[in-house]
């Protein structure tokens, strides 16, 4: 079956704009997470669903960052006025339940010019 | 997040060599799993483990959960160029639902 798509693959914004990035997971999974990989850095947990709520979301570096998933599907983060530190791979993962193995997307290359 | 020690940090071996990779924590993890991550791609998922003690293996791979449950590794046995790519553990917390990630070994594989 398909896997965690995510759209789109690369974005190239300039510093201030704001930027919505989306998630399709797997069909049928209730758990969606959204991780960042930044250069010479892990991967960092940002903020998961259950459903369409979000329990966690103390993983979000500032008050620019929010996400929302509708209709416990697609899932989209949203960047507000971007600086350059926001530059990165943003990941999203789902999982049949929590505490099951996370499928991961190809991720978004977030650009902040 | 929880930190994860993955070590060696880069390997630079001949096809045909084996390979391991170990990941420890100081925290006890209920999961851990392994995921390879090629250029421009996203982690993809080798390897799940969810008991201590548990060795599990897919294909060429073969992974265990320690019985402290505060490591794990991962071996690749007769490597061969494809295997290039970054490798890295995740550890699961009991009542978790975010992987903690360690940072990755880096494999290169010469013909």
């Known amino acids: 079956g398909a896997g965690v798509s995510q759209s789109p693959s690369n974005k190239v914004t300039e510093k201030g704009k704001d930027v919505e990035l989306r998630c399709d997971p797997i069909s049928g999974h209730t758990a969606l997470y959204w991780y960042r990989q930044s250069l010479g850095q892990g991967l960092e947990f940002l903020i998961y669903f259950q459903g369409n709520s979000a329990p966690d979301k103390s993983g979000l570096p500032s008050d620019r960052f929010s996400a929302e998933r509708t209709g416990g599907s697609v899932s989209t983060l949203t960047i507000q006025r971007t600086q350059q530190e926001d530059s990165a791979v943003y990941l999203c993962?789902?999982?049949?339940?929590?505490?099951?193995?996370?499928?991961f997307g190809p991720g978004t290359r977030l650009t902040v010019t | 997040g929880q930190q994860l020690n993955q070590s060696p940090q880069s390997m630079f071996i001949q096809e045909g060599e084996d390979v391991s990779m170990n990941c420890t924590s100081s925290s006890i993890f209920n999961t851990w799993l392994w995921y390879k991550q090629d250029p421009g791609e996203g982690p993809v998922l080798l390897i799940a483990l969810y008991k201590a003690g548990e060795l599990t293996s897919n294909g060429r791979l073969t992974a265990q959960f320690g019985i402290t449950r505060k490591d794990s590794f991962l071996n690749i046995s007769a490597s061969i160029p494809s295997d290039v790519g970054i490798y890295f553990c995740a550890g699961l917390l009991a009542s978790g639902y975010a992987l903690n990630f360690g940072k990755g070994t880096s494999l290169l594989v010469t013909p």
């Open positions: 993962a789902s999982s049949s339940r929590t505490g099951n193995e996370q499928y």
